[in-house]
């Protein structure tokens, strides 16, 4: 077996990669260790697709993946849950346990979203509480991007991956890639191996797209490092509602605390402490305190949420965490025709469409794409020469 292009991870990132380079012809063989949208990219629920609160070189990205969202499911013919909430980002009066907050600050933030043309406005208590009630009366305000979102993630990887069948890419399932090996003079990856051994041979570019597994497989083959650890988010769902009490994306300006509602009208608990991770049976273990946290974050918010009762807690699905929150996405170090994308801290599902038409794009014209720049790995290196 022979194909131009290998990519390695049947989540979003690998599916649209996939897709990208099949639309341009490429000979392309997608390889995933269990079945397309296993991993961060499948689950429960819907993901967040916003800018609003991102790290300003995300912006750019972000902004980007508003329009791709909005038309993908058109374009893949699949009904991928997609709808433009909007995000209320709460501002509330100082808390002591958790630090000063400010409307100056969410003022910069807003003229920084503003300068990506991220239509973003500034909301007073009056504003916010026309918009959503039950709120508590130590909210202030909130940031408001209106063209922030909710996709359905699981769909939407099964839609792309599909996407990319049709347009000729063979979707390996069940299929893990255990090594690469490297042609003896150039160093470039020439074939990658499956766990029973067999081989596929690479004539073009091998991308790495295997989220929370990406960095110990450089690790172990290549000896690099890179700064990411894996972290597991719980999921915390409440009983069923006669209706979910908001309809906005619901996140905080410093409060570890995102929240939306589902479609059976259950409040979706996220963004606050982790849960542990089972590394015998693959599978998270939520930690009761710190459920308990993440619940006292909504309820300081939405106080009526003391009297809801939770219904369970998901923690089955990891992501990778990076150093300073941004994704990595970069040629993995000495090896021209192999690239690696990770770290995606949290927020990787957003920016999914943009990142992976630059990455294909880098791929076929070997020109890196200036908005994929601050995501290099050399940016972890130091660059001042005096003390060295
Ligand atoms: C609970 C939770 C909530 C989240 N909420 C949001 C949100 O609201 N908004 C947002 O933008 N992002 C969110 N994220 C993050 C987002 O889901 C991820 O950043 C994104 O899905 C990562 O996509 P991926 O393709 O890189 O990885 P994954 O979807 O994890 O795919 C990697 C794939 O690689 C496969 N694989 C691993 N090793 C190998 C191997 N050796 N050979 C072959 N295949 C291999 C795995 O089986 C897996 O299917 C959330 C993540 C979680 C877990």
New binding site residues.
């Given amino acids: 077996m022979s194909y131009d292009q290998v990519v390695?991870?049947?989540?979003?990132?690998?599916?649209?990669v996939s897709w990208q380079l099949a639309k341009q012809e490429q000979d392309v063989i997608l390889?995933?260790?269990?079945?397309?949208?296993?991993?961060?990219?499948?689950?429960p629920?819907?993901?967040?697709?916003?800018a609003g609160g991102r790290d300003p070189r995300s912006l750019p990205l972000a902004k980007r993946s508003y329009q791709y969202w909005a038309s993908l499911g058109e374009e893949l013919g699949a009904d991928i849950g997609y709808e433009r909430i909007g995000q209320l980002e709460f501002i509330e009066h100082s808390v002591p346990e958790i630090g000063p907050t400010s409307i100056e600050s969410a003022r910069s933030r807003v003229w920084l979203q503003r300068q990506h043309n991220i239509t973003t406005k500034l909301l007073s208590a009056e504003e916010v509480t026309k918009m959503e009630s039950n709120l508590s009366d130590r909210v202030i305000g909130a940031i408001y991007t209106p063209d922030d979102g909710?996709v359905d993630?699981t769909a939407a990887?099964r839609g792309v991956a599909e996407a990319a069948r049709r347009e000729g890419a063979d979707i390996c399932n069940n299929?893990?890639?255990?090594s690469v090996e490297q042609n003896q003079t150039t160093d470039d990856i020439s074939e990658v191996v499956?766990t029973d051994g067999d081989t596929i041979k690479v004539d073009g570019t091998v991308c790495?797209?295997?989220?929370?597994?990406?960095a110990g497989?450089l690790e172990k083959q290549f000896d690099v490092t890179l700064p990411v650890w894996n972290?597991?988010?719980?999921?915390v769902l409440t009983e069923q509602l006669d209706t979910v009490p908001f309809t906005h994306?619901v996140a905080h300006s410093h409060r570890t605390l995102?929240m939306?509602g589902t479609e059976d009208d259950r409040v979706m608990i996220?963004?606050g402490w982790p849960a542990r991770w089972d590394s015998n049976d693959q599978t998270g273990r939520p930690i009761p305190d710190q459920v308990e946290k993440n619940i006292a974050q909504a309820v300081a918010v939405y106080p009526f949420l003391e009297d809801v009762a939770i219904d369970r807690v998901?923690?089955d699905?990891?992501?990778?965490c990076s150093i300073d929150g941004l994704?990595i996405i970069d040629r993995v170090p000495g090896v021209d025709n192999f690239f690696v994308?990770?770290g995606?801290?949290?927020?990787?599902?957003?920016?999914?469409p943009s990142v992976s038409k630059l990455l294909a794009q880098w791929v076929l014209n070997q020109n890196k794409p200036e908005l994929l720049e601050p995501f290099c790995l050399d940016r972890f290196s130091s660059h001042d020469q005096t003390f060295l």
């Fill in positions: 390695i991870g049947g989540g979003i990132y690998g599916a649209f390889v995933e260790r269990d079945s397309v949208a296993s991993g961060a990219s499948g689950g629920g819907k993901r967040g697709v916003r909710i993630h990887t299929t893990e890639i255990t499956t790495l797209l295997t989220n929370t597994h990406a497989f972290f597991t988010p719980q999921v994306l995102a939306k996220t963004g998901i923690a699905h990891q992501e990778t994704p994308g990770t995606w801290t949290g927020h990787g599902y957003a920016i999914a």
